[in-house]
Structures are given as C-alpha cells and as structure tokens.
T-cell receptor
Framework: DAKTTQPNSMESNEEEPVHLPCNHSTISGTDYIHWYRQLPSQGPEYVIHGLTSNVNNRMASLAIAEDRKSSTLILHRATLRDAAVYYCILIIQGAQKLVFGQGTRLTINP | KAGVTQTPRYLIKTRGQQVTLSCSPISGHRSVSWYQQTPGQGLQFLFEYFSETQRNKGNFPGRFSGRQFSNSRSEMNVSTLELGDSALYLC??????????????FGQGTRLTVV
C-alpha cells in the first residue's frame, strides 16, 4: 500500500486558514488522494478527495501538486469544531480499502 | 437518511470468549468495511464486503472473520479473544459503484474491552 507522510501535529487560530500538508512520493497514477478527519469520540468523517486537479467542497479545498507527490488540505476559516485528527490516505481506483497513517492532530486556539 | 449503525456500542468480554459485532450500513450502500482502532496501532483495515463477498482483507489473524447478508448488513466475529483485541471497532459503508472512488461513512464504533 502506498504511504503518506504528515506532520504529527499542527496548531492554528480560530477564523484563520489552515494548510495541512501531506507527502505521498510513491503515489501511482491511479491512486486517489482522500482526506478524512476524526473528531474526539467519533468515527472518521470524509472531508474531500481528488485525483489530479484541485478540488473544492463546502468543507475544504484540496490542492494537489503537479507531480502528485504531495497535496495540501485547506480549511479556509478554521473553527473550534475543526479540531480533530486529519488523515491523508491513498486509495487505488475502485478499491474501498482505507490505509490510515498516524494523521495530523490539529488544535484550534480561540 | 439514517447513518451507519453499529451495535452494541460497548462490550466487555473475557479472554478466550468469542464476540459478534453488528453493522447496518446506510440504505442503498452495498459495501461494508471494518476497521480496528487502538492507541498503539491507530486505524487498521480488517476487511471489506460487497454483495455478500469478501473483496479485500487486511493483515489480521483468522480469528477475525466477517460476513455480509443480502440486505447488506454485516457482522464481524472475533474468536478466542485476547487482551490485545481490546479496541474500538469501526464499520464504514459506501456505494462502491464500479471503479468510482466513493466516500465512506463511518459508524460510531463498538468499544470492546477484553479482560
């Protein structure tokens, strides 16, 4: 399974943008980049996913490097409810197997 | 639309016993996956079922097994429980339509404690 590398933790302030990086240098051409987050005492929650182009949804934006070896999850205006562990995951096209790394624990300061 | 439902939410079992956990996916979802979450190992994939067939399997011993019924509901069984099996067991459902990558929806999990 292709691996991802994320910082263990990050901290930001409420109402400021947050950029969460992910390195995936061994990504193959058919691997999708997915992001999930896990709030305390809850199951993981889907955030966004993409293949090659940048993606936007109501929760976040995903910026994918041209060589696809890295990506960045962007929370445009962080709120206290965004405090969670964020996981960057690579998924083979058509597969439904999520291989979680350690993720990034995001702390939001009021 | 109801979410993914896992039962029971909490369970305490004794070493050597067996346990069955249940997962009801979102209506219309045909893929169900199971994950184990522990503080030491994080979230680990156990297996995935689609149309009553196991499609993917993680690196867990044969004591861990599962099945899926015709209504897409799934059960996971762990036999001969060990202390190390204490964990949060999460179920996720998704549409899994052909080669499309679809998002997975997770339940709140079953907290299993083995004593």
């Amino acid at each position: 399974d292709a691996k991802t590398t994320q910082p263990n933790s990050m901290e930001s302030n409420e109402e400021e943008p947050v950029h969460l990086p992910c390195n995936h240098s061994t990504i193959s051409g058919t691997d999708y980049i997915h992001w999930y987050r896990q709030l305390p005492s809850q199951g993981p929650e889907y955030v966004i996913h993409g293949l090659t182009s940048n993606v936007n949804n109501r929760m976040a934006s995903l910026a994918i490097a041209e060589d696809r070896k890295s990506s960045t999850l962007i929370l445009h205006r962080a709120t206290l409810r965004d405090a969670a562990v964020y996981y960057c995951i690579l998924i083979i096209q058509g597969a439904q197997k999520l291989v979680f790394g350690q993720g990034t624990r995001l702390t939001i300061n009021p | 639309k109801a979410g993914v439902t896992q039962t029971p939410r909490y369970l305490i079992k004794t070493r050597g016993q067996q346990v069955t956990l249940s997962c009801s996916p979102i209506s219309g979802h045909r893929s169900v996956s199971w994950y184990q979450q522990t503080p030491g190992q994080g979230l680990q994939f156990l297996f995935e079922y689609f149309s009553e067939t196991q499609r993917n399997k993680g690196n867990f011993p044969g004591r861990f097994s599962g099945r899926q019924f015709s209504n897409s509901r799934s059960e996971m069984n762990v036999s001969t429980l060990e202390l190390g099996d204490s964990a949060l067991y999460l179920c996720a459902s998704s549409l899994r339509q052909g080669s499309m990558n679809t998002e997975a929806f997770f339940g709140q999990g079953t907290r299993l404690t083995v004593v």
